[in-house]
């Protein structure tokens, strides 16, 4: 058998924090959606003044990074170079802003981040996921 890691409240919570911090700093309102290594959702923060829709968007991007182990955006580029097969894929969200959590080599999950432009949802995402490495 093989051990896991696994994310805990107080860990998507920590992730959360640094994330609305780096939004907050910039003053973009988003929803950041953490989810666990099965793209099932821990934690959700959604900030004043966002729109509904990015309740969603934000867990979507989640979970993608999570099932498919890579960020978002790496799914992005791979259908704006022309793999457009990749989008009849369930829970393909091809967009930025998903990240995969990882602890000594393993996915323990994604956060995801919608509110704002893509690659500002993408620097929100990577404020949150390098928090889980800071004090973990």
């Known amino acids: 058998m093989k051990m896991k890691f696994v994310l805990t409240l107080a860990d998507a919570k920590r992730v959360a924090a640094a994330a609305a911090e780096e939004a907050q700093r910039n003053g973009w309102s988003v929803v950041i959606a953490i989810v666990d290594d099965a793209g099932l ?3 959700l923060e959604r900030l004043d003044g966002v729109q509904p829709a990015s309740c969603d968007i934000a867990q979507a991007k989640a979970r993608a990074a999570a ?3 890579r960020p978002s955006k790496a799914l992005e580029e791979t259908v704006a170079g ?3 097969a990749l989008l009849s894929l369930p829970h393909i969200i091809p967009v930025e802003g998903g990240l995969p ?3 000594e080599g393993q996915v323990i999950g994604a956060i995801g981040v919608s509110g704002v432009q893509s690659f500002e949802d993408g620097i929100v995402a990577k ?3 390098d928090a889980l490495g800071a004090s973990a």
């Open 127 to 129: 404020a949150g996921a």
């Open 101 to 103: 959590l990882v602890y």
């Open 67 to 69: 099932l498919f182990r």
């Open 41 to 43: 959702l821990v934690y």
């Open 82 to 84: 022309g793999r457009i």
